[in-house]
């Protein structure tokens, strides 16, 4: 079992829908919770990270954590055109080499598009 | 604005070639990652630096791939002999310190192995 699983899709939404990725988890040791957001032939670009279970908002993009569960989502609302890309989550424990670094482990992404 | 850069951008070469990326991190950025990401897939992490050391590359082929950061600021990735199934994205990031901050990521390179 991968520790990270997100389903890839793709999803096809039409413009103004509201969009709901989701992931979860195996590794207990997971402390950070990330969004990214890949556009074609581009690196990732950090959308939101949260902390804690719970939600966090940012403008049209909520994140979501339930740590008892094991599962992050992101939601999308309004969505646009603009918002067509692949959504990664990702998670970040602490290496086990000890030492204060962490390591950011990526889900497979879900193709989103947005029709207008 | 500051950004990781990353060269080449595409790069083909043929299998049991040699092959080098080069990655310049945003400047003060400790912490540098190279990560493989297969098209349709997520990245993968190869190795990562913390300045000029090796942290993490439990995932790096080493009979094939080698890294280094020699300065602790920008870093070489290489790989030699290339096979086809090294064909991917290969991506720089880095981020401010050994906590966790936000990772910058650059536009990578893609590489085709024929």
């Known amino acids: 079992q991968k520790e990270v699983e997100q389903d890839p899709g793709p999803l096809s939404v039409p413009e103004g829908a509201i969009v709901s990725l989701n992931c979860t988890y195996s590794n207990s040791a997971f402390q950070y919770f990330m969004w990214y957001r890949q556009y074609s032939r581009k690196g990732p670009e950090l959308l939101m990270y949260?902390?804690?279970?719970g939600n966090k908002e940012d403008g049209r993009f909520t994140a979501q954590v339930d740590k008892s569960s094991k599962y992050i989502s992101l939601f999308i609302r309004d969505s646009q055109p603009s918002d067509s890309a692949t959504y990664l989550c990702a998670m970040s424990a602490g290496l086990r080499s000890g030492g204060s670094n962490y390591k950011l482990t990526f889900g497979k992404g879900t193709l989103l598009t947005v029709n207008p | 604005e500051a950004e990781v850069a990353q060269s080449p951008r595409y790069k083909i070469t043929e299998k049991s070639q040699a092959v080098a990326f080069w990655c310049d991190p945003i400047s003060g950025h400790a912490t540098l990652y190279w990560y493989r990401q297969i098209l349709g897939q997520g990245p993968e992490l190869l190795v990562q630096f913390q300045d000029e050391s090796v942290v993490d590359d439990s995932q790096l082929p080493k009979d094939r791939f080698s890294a280094e950061r020699l300065k602790g600021v920008d870093s070489t990735l290489k790989i030699q002999p290339a096979e086809l199934g090294d064909s991917a994205m290969y991506l720089c990031a880095s981020s401010l310190d050994r906590g966790f901050t936000e990772a910058f990521f650059g536009q990578g390179t893609r590489l085709t192995v024929v």
């Open positions: 949260t902390y804690s279970s």
